[in-house]
């Protein structure tokens, strides 16, 4: 029953009472029609519904930004509905870019109806089950609302940015050619030495020029291997490292650079694996390929923060989870608790490359202009320790990629270009 039916209710009885209790036949005569109109919205009550729901995704996963259709077709297998409502109740976090969510029309008996529209949404897992189904009568007195349940599931990855290869050094690499030097020779681009021929050498390798000062023996150039290598993403979920400024969170930008580290990983052929710690631990075993990248970022859809006394540091995070004498990627606005163990990962044989979210710059770029002299010292000293804990990462042989979030990823992944050692190439000579 709707607000319009108690009102027309309270002036039937209102006038009937006025006119019985002053006599007046007029006052109960004009609440005659009101009872006419009220036998009529009676007797076109709708009845209970009988409806087939259908809701069809173009995909259930779509990366965040990129629109994907929807369509929902009801059919009325009951009476007629003189005025049908249908209405599409989406999830916090889902907008509507094209299309209505609201249809209103007269439903025959077998009669159908479909709402078309396009949406798009933010990095996540949500389930679409809020389908509203309301008939009211032709006079607006009486409502039957109905909730039909055509679960769908969506799965909305989060964006990454397309990288160029990421130069990495690890101690150990795998059996399988790939974009990095192993320090091992064989089939390979780089120089790597000289050394005395061997019968089935390809004569193009031969060195003619070292092979002229010796009369007696001919000399082969040798080639360093290239291959792939055990990569481990780590990224760090913890809560009270997740700053916030307004309605954006610096872990939004750390899972857009852990999916963009991780597809630029794999399109080079490496072994890639995750392992994300915060109110708990969810690992992604380590894989190749397409279907490893559609493992990670479906992992990440569904990363979000939290806190655990148990992983409150860095260090306390299994050893197992990782491959032995790997590259590991640390993905974190790094606090001052995460040296330690970071220099004890270096120490224990890993290749450590840091990427974080700078939130200083975070902080700073959503809060007023500092105008008062105390709030630029801060600034200036909360920027002087960061740069001591990052240091001190450095002096360890750790690159570190500091990224500010307004610009590109790639431009923080090149700066640990510029931090590699220059590769020393050892050239035996016989």
């Known amino acids: 029953m709707t607000r319009s039916f108690w009102l027309l209710v309270s002036l039937i009885f209102g006038f009937s009472v006025l006119g019985l209790l002053y006599r007046r036949s007029e006052l109960v005569a004009a609440a005659l029609p009101l009872m006419v109109y009220l036998l009529g919205a009676i007797w076109r009550i709708p009845g209970q519904f009988r409806l087939e729901a259908e809701r069809r995704l173009s995909t259930d996963k779509a990366s965040e930004g990129i629109p994907l259709e929807v369509r929902v077709k009801v059919q009325n297998q009951g009476e007629m509905v003189d005025e049908f409502y249908l209405v599409d109740r989406l999830p916090p976090g889902i907008e509507v870019v094209e299309g209505d969510l609201i249809h209103i029309e007269l439903f025959p008996p077998e009669g159908a109806i479909e709402l078309h529209y396009r949406l798009t949404g933010k990095r996540g897992r949500y389930t679409l089950d809020g389908l509203l189904a309301t008939g009211m009568d032709p006079f607006g007195l009486f409502r ?243 740069d001591l804990l990052l240091r001190e990462l450095r002096s360890a042989g750790i690159l570190v990629a500091v990224w500010d979030v307004d610009q590109p990823l790639s431009s923080a992944v090149d700066s640990i270009r510029l931090q590699l050692p220059l590769r020393r190439r050892v050239v035996k000579v016989l």
């Open 144 to 386: 039957v609302e109905s909730l039909l349940s055509p679960l769908s599931t969506l799965l909305i990855y989060p964006v990454s940015e397309d990288l160029p290869s990421i130069p990495i050094r690890p101690p150990n690499t795998k059996g399988f050619s790939g974009p990095i030097p192993s320090r091992k020779s064989g089939v390979g681009m780089d120089f790597f030495g000289v050394r005395a021929y061997q019968p089935g050498d390809p004569l193009r390798r031969i060195n003619w020029r070292l092979t002229a000062r010796h009369l007696q023996d001919l000399y082969a150039n040798e080639f360093e291997q290239e291959r792939i290598a055990d990569i481990g993403l780590i990224l760090d979920a913890r809560q009270q490292y997740n700053y916030q400024c307004g309605a954006r969170q610096i872990f939004e930008y750390s899972v857009l650079a852990c999916a963009s580290l991780a597809s630029a990983f794999l399109a080079d052929g490496h072994s890639v694996s995750l392992v994300m710690f915060g109110a708990g631990i969810s690992r992604v075993f380590p894989g190749y390929g397409k279907v490893q990248r559609e493992r990670i970022l479906r992992a990440l859809a569904n990363a979000h923060t939290g806190f655990n006394f148990a992983l409150e540091s860095l260090g306390n995070l299994p050893a197992r989870l990782l491959a032995p004498h790997g590259q590991l990627v640390y993905i974190s606005t790094v606090s001052p608790d995460d040296i330690g163990p970071l220099l004890r990962f270096r120490a224990q044989g890993y290749e450590v490359i840091v990427v974080s979210p700078d939130p200083l710059s975070f902080e700073l770029k959503g809060e007023a202009p500092f105008f008062s002299l105390e709030d630029r010292l801060a600034e200036r000293f909360a920027r002087l320790e960061r």
